[in-house]
């Protein structure tokens, strides 16, 4: 085609060369000439009726772009570059929002998906009578799978304990699933086959998990794998992009719900109507709707779940099912815990990295602004000799184009690079096991806001440069001064950039206060040098009496460990991630609402209030002296002694199960201590002892408080080694500080406040870069002025002055418009803060003077550079 | 950036008349481009000036509609030139310009007469 093109053009020359030449024999060369007209115009518009004009003009455009930016390196490059980190950090993050909160299931039709209940109890168990509205028991899903009628099939899947794998260090992730798990979800194994209903020690294993463990050998499906000491038979590897259905949880294995009680040794959720753990997942039949499942589950699903809670639920109890709204919903995205977690938080990052861009954008703008005004006499002189705007127009949006394409390219390394940095941050201890790779929607994003940033950079540039007056461009480009126009455009994007870079300082600072204020609320005991190690006896086969007994034996062997002080122990213990709660009747209280009942509940061993430093305010704490034998005794926290007795004297009443049963007499009242989430007030909260626990109840988990006398991290080996020297059979339990599982808890705000800061600082660096531009090139043009002041007798205190105020009015617009954006950034993000209110002036005093300091740099280069002007050479020179 | 606004603006104006002519031309014959601009000058006695910024256009145009051919041939004076002629389409169409153009005449033509009674 540009073979043929080329000759077509030579042909075009020759024949308008030939028409000429006809003319001038007729009349003189001269008047040829001006009969003809403009002669390139004339083939310009010829060429256009050839049909491929706009192609061939287009690549013209690009090539001549490529030209121009290869002539300029600099600018070409600062430009790319500050694209590509702007374009980059937002491809970053929505890759994230992509992988985390919009990607469906790599499975067959996953639109045809429902699921039922709570989809972020991913790795909840709930046990206790009266049924639960989030999760499901396994009875109840063999029930509902055949009685729903709504539903082709419907399968179960659920949460593991920890499972050892024998002679490794990994616990691989499992997920108990019912026999059709692989069959609804429609994923086909890639070796081997999936479950079907007989089979009991057989798992699936996933494809990381066959590399990793098997080298991705061929004949691995009928292969032996031992967990916790029973045999296993691998029947079959998912595919590779299967990671299971629960988002952010790279499943290993999938065991049948059948073997749970094998597989986790001493805890049975399998065959118990009040063990709630299971999330279902259907496909509904031909022309049914969502909303018509809904209704069978409300309707078919609770009256089973009361059925089944009859047996085991006091009356008062089963009242509560009635009022339950079990969730139903579309289920192609999957279950997920992190998607809840995360999702305000990359909501945030995800504001945050636009201002960013736009930061970026009007650099590029006031590059291009400048470019702009050097390139005035080109564009004049082109206008002048006939060049069509329009045509002068898209060559110059598609250098910003072929600019914006080479940002964009360079931003999806960026992007990738950078969201793979964040998952990392995100999750320091357990890194979010998802593969943030460049899927399809986050190029076309990529593309999509490439594009967007092309136009907010290039066309008011681009339109400036090509604006009818034509002796505007060439006496301004003669004077070497921009016009006022190019000036206002060029002062008002650099208040846009103090703006938006104060809007960005002020909430990362919102958001580093908050996490200061979290870090340090008071949860009323004290955090420092406390070891909480987590056991699993009942996994070697102990029973709750034993269990007892091996906590006591417990202290009294850690307690002889030099550098230990007190030891305790207790079901939950703080920020554990387990937590229990109970409904009794109190005495001399009448409920006025349903939850009025409920407390949170925690079972602690004698000395425990003492040993983690949650202050006693009235009466005794639990001690050697309650026992199983002993009369049952009760320790309420402040908040329940409030809420129950106001100013009466709580000490010596009693409290009951709903039935008015196994009474309690409170014996003392402790401080409010936080256990579980730092934002909230501590719960309402009563501590039974460990020892004492009712018939037909029992524990659920055992945890050691050891208080040290100092953050010695060799302690935590000792403590290891005396309790397995207690009995070698025991796992090795999970052993942190106190500290470090509060701070656990505040990930999503230290993410936050990390890249908040991070993405601020970028803005703010941008932001000076620009002003620094955009006061140097002004500086630059107003030489001579500077050299006429010197002349008369300016000092050159006087010439840094004059530039700095210049830097600092230019910056102080954008601060005042700043500081009414932080407002409303206060306000919208109101909820996710914590302890600071929504204008917090010292935030905005901090923000300011960041700024105030980065507008000092990035004026006082160009100052110094004009107060270093030699009068004489600057007035020769013009 | 005013000159190039004018000739498309006459290209407009002039796209069905100008075909119409240039068709007509070539009617009794090849042509070169130039020779077309003098024919149309001297076949209405000087009233119309084909600019060359529409001519070549036009020319161009209707060689891509298929209404005309081209091929490169020696002029009278033994010069080079590129030679335009009708094709079979070209012939209909220009009857069908032709037609177009009576009635226009005819339409015109009763709109000016009636509006001359009744003045």
Redesign the interface.
């Known amino acids: 085609m540009f073979f043929s093109r080329k000759r077509k053009d030579q042909?075009?020359d020759?024949?308008?060369a030939?028409?000429l030449?006809?003319?001038e024999?007729d009349s003189s060369r001269q008047e040829a000439l001006r009969?003809?007209?403009?002669v390139s115009?004339?083939k310009e518009?010829?060429r256009?009726?050839?049909?491929w004009a706009a192609l061939e003009r287009f690549w013209q455009d690009i090539r001549y772009a490529f030209r121009i930016l290869r002539k300029n390196p600099g600018y070409t490059l600062t430009a790319v570059f500050s694209l590509a980190l702007g374009i980059g950090a937002n491809t970053a993050i929505f890759s994230l929002i992509d992988a985390i909160m919009l990607q469906s299931l790599p499975v067959k039709n996953p639109q045809g998906l429902v699921l039922l209940g709570d989809p972020t109890a991913v790795h909840s168990v709930s046990i206790g009578s009266g049924g639960n509205e989030r999760l499901f028991s396994y009875p109840f899903y063999k029930r509902f799978r055949q009685s729903n009628g709504v539903f082709t099939d419907l399968y179960a899947e659920g949460r593991s304990d920890q499972i050892d794998l024998k002679d490794q260090a990994e616990h691989p992730r499992a997920r108990f699933v019912s026999d059709n798990y692989f069959s609804v979800l429609g994923v086909a194994p890639i070796a081997g086959r999936t479950f079907r209903p007989d089979d009991r020690e057989a798992l699936v294993i996933s494809y990381d998990f066959w590399q990793r463990h098997f080298q991705g050998a061929g004949d691995v499906a009928g292969q032996k794998l031992t967990l916790d000491r029973r045999d296993f038979t691998i029947i079959g590897v998912a595919p590779r992009d299967f990671y299971g259905d629960v988002v952010g949880y790279a499943t290993d294995i999938w065991l049948p719900i059948e073997v749970q009680p094998e597989a986790n040794p001493g805890r049975d959720y399998r065959n118990q109507a009040n063990t709630y753990w299971l999330q279902l997942m259907g496909r509904l039949k031909p022309g049914v709707s969502l909303a018509q499942a809904s209704t069978v589950m409300n309707t078919v699903g609770k009256t089973i779940i009361k059925e089944q809670a009859t047996a085991i639920s006091q009356p008062a109890e089963l009242k509560r099912i009635d009022g339950w709204k079990i969730n139903v919903q579309a289920g192609a995205a999957g279950f997920s815990r992190i998607r809840h977690d995360y999702s305000q938080p990359l909501k945030i990052l995800m504001c945050l990295v636009a201002l960013v861009l736009l930061i970026c954008c009007a650099n590029v703008a006031n590059l291009q602004m400048a470019r702009a005004v050097s390139r005035g006499r080109e564009m004049g002189l082109r206008?002048a000799i006939?060049?069509?705007?329009p045509r002068l127009l898209r060559q110059l949006l598609t250098e910003s184009l072929v600019l914006g394409a080479a940002g964009g390219m360079a931003a999806l390394f960026v992007g990738y690079w950078m969201s793979r940095l964040l998952l990392r941050l995100a999750a320091q201890e357990n890194p979010l096991p998802l593969e943030p790779h460049l899927s399809a929607s986050a190029l076309l994003f990529t593309a999509a806001i490439s594009v967007l940033a092309v136009l907010a950079f290039g066309l008011a540039p681009a339109l400036f440069a090509t604006r009818?007056d034509v002796a505007a461009h060439l006496r301004e480009s003669k004077t070497g001064r921009s016009t006022g126009l190019a000036q206002r455009f060029e002062k008002s994007l650099v208040a846009l950039q103090i703006m938006l870079s104060l809007v960005l300082l002020y909430g990362s600072g919102l958001f580093i206060r908050t996490l200061q204020n979290l870090e340090q609320s008071d949860v009323g005991y004290r955090r420092e040098n406390l070891l909480i190690a987590e056991l699993d006896p009942w996994a070697a086969g102990y029973k709750d009496p034993q269990v007892q007994q091996l906590a006591q034996s417990l202290v009294s062997n850690l307690i002889s460990i030099p550098g230990v002080g007190k030891v305790t122990f207790s079901e939950n213990g703080m920020f554990s991630g387990s937590e229990s709660g109970s409904r009794n009747l109190i005495e001399g209280f009448v409920p006025q609402a349903p939850d009025d009942n409920l407390n949170r509940s925690d079972r602690v061993g004698p000395k425990y209030f003492s040993t983690v430093g949650v202050p006693l305010i009235a009466g005794r704490e639990i001690d050697e002296q309650d026992t199983p034998k002993s009369a049952h005794v009760v320790v309420i926290n402040q908040a329940m002694a409030r809420f129950y007795f106001g100013h009466r004297q709580a000490i010596g009443r009693h409290i009951t199960d709903m039935d008015g049963k196994n009474p309690m007499t409170i014996i003392g009242i402790v401080g409010d201590a936080k256990q579980n989430g730092l934002r909230e007030p501590a719960a309402r909260r009563l501590y039974t002892p460990y020892t004492q626990v009712t018939e037909g109840d029992s524990l659920s988990g055992l945890r050691l408080e050891v208080r040290t006398r100092a953050n010695d991290p060799a302690i935590q080996t000792t403590v290891l080694e005396a309790i397995h020297k207690a009995d070698p059979t025991l796992r090795k339990p999970a052993i942190k500080w106190a500290q470090k599982l509060i701070e656990k808890e505040l990930e999503q705000e230290r993410l936050i406040a990390q890249l908040s800061g991070f993405f601020s600082f970028l803005a703010l660096i941008l932001a000076a870069i620009g002003l620094y531009g955009v006061m140097s090139y002004l500086t630059a043009r107003r030489t001579t002025e500077v050299g006429v002041r010197m002349a008369l007798g300016a000092s050159r205190s006087h010439v840094v002055g004059l530039v700095l105020s210049e830097t600092f009015a230019m910056s102080g617009a954008g601060l005042v418009a700043g500081a009414v954006c932080a407002y409303a950034v206060g306000k919208l993000t109101a909820s996710s803060l914590y302890g600071v209110a929504a204008f917090d002036p010292l935030t905005v005093a901090v923000a300011v003077a960041i700024i105030c300091g980065a507008a000092l740099l990035a004026g006082w280069f160009p100052a110094q550079r004009a107060a270093r002007v030699d009068p004489m050479v600057s007035l020769r020179a013009d | 950036?005013s000159?190039?606004?004018g000739?498309?603006n006459r290209?407009e104006l002039l796209q069905g008349t100008l075909d119409l002519l240039i068709l007509q031309t070539l009617q009794w014959g090849s042509q070169?481009?130039?020779?077309i601009s003098n024919a149309i000058r001297a076949n209405s006695k000087d009233l119309l000036q084909v600019?060359?910024?529409s001519l070549?256009?036009?020319l161009?145009?209707l060689e891509?509609q298929g209404f005309v051919k081209s091929e490169w041939n020696q002029?009278e004076?033994n010069?080079?030139?590129?030679f335009y002629k009708l094709t079979v389409a070209g012939k209909k169409q220009l009857l069908t310009e032709r037609d177009r153009w009576s009635q226009m005449v005819t339409a015109m033509s009763g709109v000016l007469n009636a509006a001359g009674n009744e003045g």
């Open positions: 042909e075009l020759e024949e308008i030939a028409h030449r006809m003319a024999q009969d003809f007209g403009n115009l004339v518009v010829t256009e009726m050839w049909g206008l006939g060049a069509a705007r009818g | 950036m000159p190039k606004k000739y498309q290209i070169h481009g130039y020779g600019e060359t910024g070549y256009p036009a161009h145009r891509r002029t004076a010069q080079r030139a590129k």
